[in-house]
């Protein structure tokens, strides 16, 4: 599976972007889909999770009640909306699978198998 993630750009602070996650070469319904991201000269740290069967979503503190994850099952596709944006949201965000059930939305990277390319968020202040 070849996962793609979309919709980044460069925006100023406090606007929304909407990123999109498809796959290739197989479909999404594997297990959870996760967005993580890494800032710059900073480490990948988990965004948010659904998981594709029961829709369970997980997302990081620092995010809560900014970002929202969804699925679109017809369209195989999980998107991360992101609202109020803050220039320290600014960083490569990469989706991801787990390729396997688990049951649950996940927050280990360790625990996903396949990885898109990252798409480049820049929030300006």
């Known amino acids: 599976v070849q996962l793609q993630a979309s919709g980044g750009g460069l925006v100023q602070t406090g606007a929304s972007l909407r990123l999109s996650c498809g796959a290739s070469g197989g479909t999404l319904s594997s297990g959870p889909i996760g967005w993580f991201r890494q800032p710059p000269g900073k480490g990948r740290e988990f965004v948010a999770a659904i998981d594709w069967y029961g829709g369970a979503v997980y997302s990081a503190n620092s995010v809560k009640g900014r970002f929202t994850i969804s699925r679109d099952k017809t369209k195989n596709a999980v998107y991360l909306e992101l609202n109020s944006l803050k220039p320290e949201d600014t960083a490569v965000y990469y989706c991801?699978?787990?390729?396997?059930?688990?049951?649950?939305?996940?927050?280990?990277?360790?625990?996903?198998?396949?990885w898109g390319q990252g798409t480049q968020v820049t929030v300006s202040s």
């Open positions: 991801a699978a787990a390729g396997r059930r688990y049951g649950s939305a996940r927050s280990d990277p360790n625990e996903y198998a396949y």
